[in-house]
């Protein structure tokens, strides 16, 4: 019979790297969320013409090649010997960075084509998390990976609804779809930022005595 390890909430939690990686998958999946939510409506209202499968299959098409090959370059990076943690920030500089740059891009164009090759380099960008803080997790409690990604991914699914509730009032009070992308830009900055100063790859959860060893 298996026996259950015990987690080290208090141990884990004094640990800036933690609350780094988890405020930091809060912030992807908020930006996420905000986006498959609101998307299909900006692209109904914004180009009525427009045939509703491209703006609604496209972007999620690009998604699933790029979630591939952010895995294949971390582990190709790493290979190589650059840091691990290096390696993580820079996952996040692409899923929470650029990705947001091209979030910002679709509140300034009126081209229905541009806006498609935008939402879809941005959700596309946005699977690099999977290859950032989403194992981040990993490094930092292998022994408990599962029960604080499952934290992490709750507190990201709570802020999710809050963000899509904020981007509709945003719609509702400034009637410019410009600020739900910079609430976006916003939420995503925040979350790389927070990661790019307190992320770490090391273990938290080991004991003391197993740190000296």
Request: proline share 4%; hydrophobic share 50%.
């Amino acid at each position: 019979m298996a026996r259950h390890t015990r987690v080290p909430w208090r141990q884990l939690f004094r640990k800036p790297s933690v609350w780094a990686a988890v405020f930091s998958q809060l912030s992807a999946a908020c930006s996420f969320f905000i986006l498959l939510s609101w998307l299909p409506t900006f692209f109904k209202e914004t180009f009525p013409s427009s045939k509703g499968w491209v703006f609604n299959v496209v972007p999620w098409l690009v998604a699933i090649p790029a979630s591939l090959f952010s895995g294949f370059l971390s582990d190709h990076l790493i290979s190589q010997g650059y840091r691990t943690i290096t390696v993580r920030k820079f996952m996040q500089v692409m899923g929470l960075g650029l990705s947001s740059v091209f979030a910002l891009c679709l509140g300034h164009t009126s081209s229905f084509c541009k806006s498609v090759f935008f939402a879809s380099a941005s959700i596309g960008l946005q699977t690099f998390n999977h290859s950032g803080i989403s194992v981040n997790i990993q490094d930092l409690a292998p022994s408990c990976a599962g029960v604080l990604f499952g934290v992490a991914n709750t507190a990201g699914a709570l802020a999710g609804v809050v963000g899509v509730g904020l981007g509709g009032y945003l719609i509702e009070t400034t009637g410019s779809w410009t600020s739900v992308f910079n609430l976006v830009a916003a939420v995503s900055s925040l979350g790389l930022c927070t990661f790019l100063m307190f992320g770490k790859a090391q273990r938290v959860d080991l004991s003391p005595r197993q740190e000296d060893l």
